[in-house]
C-alpha cells in the first residue's frame, strides 16, 4: 500500500509556472506507474500524464503536452508534475496517483483513471488571466 501527498499548488498568473510534488510512503515506489489528474469545478477528473516506473517514459493529454513535465525520483519516493506557460484552462484541483504494475514493463505507463490503485488528496492551481 501505498500513502500519497501532493504540494506545490497555489494561484499564478497566465504564463507562469508551477511545480508540483507528490511525496509516496509505503516500500516499493518503483513498482508503481505514477500519474497526474486534474478535476475542474462541474467536470469529471482528466488524465494529465504519466511516468513509467523507471521514469524513462513519459505520456501527457494533449492538452498540456510541450507545457508539461512529468519526473520521478525513485530514491526519494517523489513524482514531479512542471507546469509551464500556464493558462486559466488549466485550473484546477490536481492528483497525484499510483497504479501498482510491478509485473508490466519497466516502460508501461496507462492513462485510465480506472488503473490507479492509489491517489492523493489534491492540491489546488489557479491560473487567473
Known amino acids: 500500500q501505498v500513502h500519497l501527498v501532493e504540494s506545490g499548488g497555489g494561484l499564478v498568473q497566465a504564463g507562469g509556472s508551477l511545480r508540483l510534488s507528490c511525496a509516496a510512503s509505503?516500500?516499493?515506489?518503483?513498482?508503481?506507474?505514477m500519474g497526474w489528474f486534474r478535476q475542474a469545478p462541474g467536470k469529471g477528473r482528466e488524465f494529465v500524464g504519466a511516468?513509467?516506473?523507471?521514469?524513462?517514459?513519459?505520456g501527457y493529454a494533449d492538452s498540456v503536452k510541450g507545457r508539461f513535465t512529468i519526473s520521478r525520483d525513485n530514491a526519494e519516493n517523489t513524482v514531479y508534475l512542471q507546469m509551464d506557460s500556464l493558462k486559466p484552462e488549466d485550473t484546477a484541483a490536481y492528483y497525484c496517483?499510483?497504479?501498482?504494475?510491478?509485473?508490466?514493463?519497466?516502460?508501461?505507463?496507462?492513462?485510465?483513471?480506472?488503473?490507479?490503485?492509489?491517489w492523493g488528496q489534491g492540491t489546488q492551481v489557479t491560473v487567473s488571466s
Open positions: 496517483a499510483a497504479d501498482y504494475a510491478f509485473s508490466r514493463p519497466s516502460s508501461y505507463y496507462g492513462g485510465r483513471e480506472s488503473e490507479y490503485d492509489y
Open positions: 509505503g516500500r516499493a515506489f518503483s513498482s508503481y506507474v
Open positions: 511516468v513509467g516506473r523507471s521514469g524513462a517514459t513519459t
